[in-house]
C-alpha cells in the first residue's frame, strides 16, 4: 500500500483563516486598547514586528510540509521522498481522523516525529487501505486467533 503525500489546502486556509483573524484582534487591540502617546507608538511598533515574524515563520513552515509516498509493505512502515527511503521506527500515530483528512505524526529515525495531512481526494482509490494499515495491527500476538469472532 502507497499514498502519497502533498502540501494541505486544508492546512493552508485554517492557517490563513487563524492568521487574519489573529490581524483582526491585533488591530482592534491597537484602536482601543494600545494606551497612549510615545507608549502607545512603542507597543504597535513592537506587536506588529512579531506578528508579521510569526507570519513569515509559519508561511516558510507550510512552504516545508513533507510531501512524498507513505508505504506500508506488510511489515514496516516507509517513508519515501526526494532524498530516498526511510524506514519509520513504528506506525504513524494518529492525532485526528476526519474520515476524509488524517492528521498522523510519523516517528523516523532518531527519534525524530514528522506531522503530516492526508487527504482521501489525493488518492480516493487507496484511502480505504491506507486507513485500514493505519488502524491494524502490525505485528499480531500470538493469542490474536484465539480473541477472533467465529
Given at each position: 500500500m502507497s ?7 486544508v ?8 492568521i487574519?483573524?489573529?490581524?483582526l484582534v491585533?488591530?482592534?487591540w491597537w484602536?482601543?486598547?494600545a ?5 502607545r507608538w512603542l507597543?504597535?511598533?513592537i506587536s506588529?514586528?512579531l506578528f508579521?515574524?510569526c507570519a513569515v515563520?509559519?508561511?516558510?513552515a507550510?512552504?516545508r510540509?513533507?510531501q ?6 506488510g511489515?514496516r ?20 481522523d ?5 492528521v ?13 495531512v492526508l487527504?482521501?481526494?489525493w488518492?480516493p482509490?487507496a484511502?480505504g487501505d491506507?486507513r485500514r494499515a493505519?488502524y491494524s495491527?502490525?505485528h499480531p500476538t500470538p493469542?490474536?486467533?484465539d480473541?477472533?469472532m467465529?
Amino acid at each position: 500500500m502507497s499514498y502519497p503525500v502533498h502540501a494541505s489546502r486544508v492546512v493552508q486556509w485554517v492557517w490563513c483563516a487563524l492568521i487574519g483573524g489573529a490581524a483582526l484582534v491585533l488591530m482592534l487591540w491597537w484602536w482601543h486598547g494600545a494606551g497612549l502617546g510615545v507608549a502607545r507608538w512603542l507597543r504597535i511598533g513592537i506587536s506588529a514586528a512579531l506578528f508579521v515574524g510569526c507570519a513569515v515563520v509559519g508561511w516558510q513552515a507550510l512552504q516545508r510540509m513533507p510531501q512524498g509516498h507513505l508505504r506500508w509493505d506488510g511489515q514496516r512502515w516507509l517513508w519515501q521522498h526526494g532524498d530516498g527511503e526511510i524506514v519509520m521506527q513504528g506506525a504513524p500515530v494518529v492525532v485526528l481522523d476526519l474520515q476524509s483528512l488524517l492528521v498522523m505524526a510519523l516517528c523516523m529515525q532518531r527519534g525524530r516525529r514528522q506531522m503530516v495531512v492526508l487527504q482521501r481526494h489525493w488518492a480516493p482509490a487507496a484511502w480505504g487501505d491506507l486507513r485500514r494499515a493505519v488502524y491494524s495491527v502490525a505485528h499480531p500476538t500470538p493469542d490474536a486467533a484465539d480473541n477472533q469472532m467465529p
